[in-house]
């Protein structure tokens, strides 16, 4: 075996071990994903849950993966095959394609792509979005790449698609402009991005005139372009001020030697549209055809911008400079999140645990949290918990027609309103008397983490209790 093959084994090995040693992998809605797996083959099977199965061609290519790898090997091989070979495809995929934008294997930079892979987008689980980015890393790459190998992007933006039409369309258009810079003489090249900038306004203004949407001044943060890294508790300051201390030496560095050579690379107009991106488009929209919002826009554009804002600022920086400074990053990351993913799964396992006592095909909530917005990993917990035996009953994916999975109303497994869902989450749900029979997790002790389970009754409010997320760093 090559050293290179061998390099790649191993670093695919290592990106992969996290997901093979938890018990159950913590990346938010992937429960929810696993849950919903789970009532899609009842649903196929003839029981009637009030629930159907619409056809759908984007926002559903992980849920197709999973339901496949279940009917092979049941729901653990389907967990942690589907998510180690998502991981794989996006490292690998950015990999490819920082390679390809700076002319030298990317390995210098592989602790900050192994970082980005296990980023915001990955803990929140938003897995057909996930692999949409890892599509459209590939096709990107491609579409700059000499000769025939550049029409291969097409089915890759394809399959980008099927997973997701927001990393779809932000993939294409990055590849479009960067295969039409390739093949203009450099005079002409500003032009073209000023072109593709106003192209990028075009959209924000025609999102705005078609359908409701939102703009939040917090999206100027992700400039920092650490955002991506920042999942948790506070203890992810320590690597997103180590990569901007990175990054601020690299700019001073390539400015001093190379003064406004590094700015007629590929990746600078990449950067900066994902910039325009950034500061342009909304960070919610109401997708035409569906009953709830599309949030976090703008954190779902945040990955994109710091990608190519690190292949702009170390394409010429030493490599082993910019291996030693990464790796201390990572270190910085991966140190806590390995610890939050154990406790994590201690957690999970308090919800396994009373999820058993419930009655079979009972309608469960949980009432615990440990935020009432964001990140929440907790959020998701109960629905990977009933699977085979009780019913999630605030499942949020089949009320939002975002899914292929959809509730008829007065289905009598789960909610069929985005706003009951949102009010159980927010603690302003009030139990109705059709509700009933409804059992609760409820918080019994937070140390060790312990819940018991209680029957609701008609007109009871749902407090969900808030517990901290241990460890407790700073």
Not at 104 to 122: D, K, Q, V
Not at 363 to 391: E, K
Request: proline share 7%.
């Amino acid at each position: 075996m090559s050293r290179r093959r061998a390099a790649i084994l191993g670093v695919s090995l290592l990106l992969i071990l996290p997901v093979l040693l938890q018990k159950h992998v913590q990346a938010g809605d992937l429960a929810s994903h696993l849950y919903n797996t789970w009532l899609v083959l009842l649903v196929k099977s003839g029981e009637p849950l009030g629930l159907e199965i619409v056809p759908q061609y984007s926002n559903v290519l992980f849920d197709w993966w999973l339901e496949g790898l279940w009917r092979l090997g049941g729901p653990v091989f389907a967990e942690k095959t589907a998510v180690s070979v998502s991981v794989l495809l996006f490292f690998w995929g950015s990999f490819f394609l920082l390679t390809r934008l700076t002319g030298r294997p990317a390995w210098p930079s592989a602790p900050l792509l192994a970082m980005l892979a296990f980023g915001w987008i990955y803990h929140q689980g938003f897995f057909n979005y996930y692999l949409s980015c890892a599509f459209g890393f590939w096709a990107i790459g491609l579409a700059v790449s000499p000769g025939w190998r550049r029409w291969l992007a097409a089915p890759l933006l394809l399959l980008a698609g099927i997973a997701h039409l927001m990393g779809a369309a932000v993939a294409a258009g990055l590849a479009a402009y960067l295969a039409v810079r390739g093949s203009l003489p450099a005079p002409r090249r500003k032009w073209l991005l000023l072109g593709a900038a106003a192209a990028v306004a075009a959209v924000g203004a025609g999102v705005a005139a078609a359908v409701p949407a939102a703009w939040k001044l917090h999206r100027f943060m992700h400039l920092s372009a650490v955002t991506p890294f920042h999942v948790f508790h506070g203890a992810y300051v320590v690597p997103a001020l180590l990569l901007l201390l990175f990054w601020i030496t690299a700019a001073l560095w390539t400015a001093v030697r190379y003064r406004k050579a590094m700015l007629l690379g590929p990746a600078a107009g990449a950067a900066a549209l994902c910039a325009a991106a950034l500061l342009i488009l909304p960070t919610s929209l109401d997708w035409t055809g569906t009953r709830q919002s599309l949030f976090f826009v703008d954190w779902r554009l945040a990955p994109w911008f710091t990608l190519f804002l690190h292949t702009l600022l170390s394409a010429r920086l030493p490599a082993r400079f910019t291996l030693a400074a990464l790796l201390s990053a990572a270190a910085a990351f991966f140190t806590p999140l390995s610890v939050t993913w154990y406790e994590l799964g201690r957690m999970e396992l308090a919800f396994h645990s009373a999820a058993r006592k419930v009655p079979p095909r009972a309608r469960t909530i949980a009432s615990v949290t440990t935020s009432l917005s964001g990140m929440n990993p907790l959020l998701h917990m109960i629905d990977r918990a009933c699977i085979g035996h009780c019913f999630s009953y605030g499942n949020y994916e089949p009320s939002t027609a975002q899914f292929r999975l959809r509730s008829r109303p007065g289905s009598p497994v789960v909610m069929d309103s985005p706003r009951s869902v949102f009010a159980l989450q927010e603690s302003r749900y009030f139990v109705r008397r059709e509700d009933l029979p409804l059992y609760g997790l409820i918080l019994k002790q937070t140390r060790p983490f312990s819940l018991e389970v209680r029957a609701f009754h008609a007109g009871e409010k749902v407090n969900r209790e808030k517990v901290p997320l241990p460890p407790e760093w700073f």
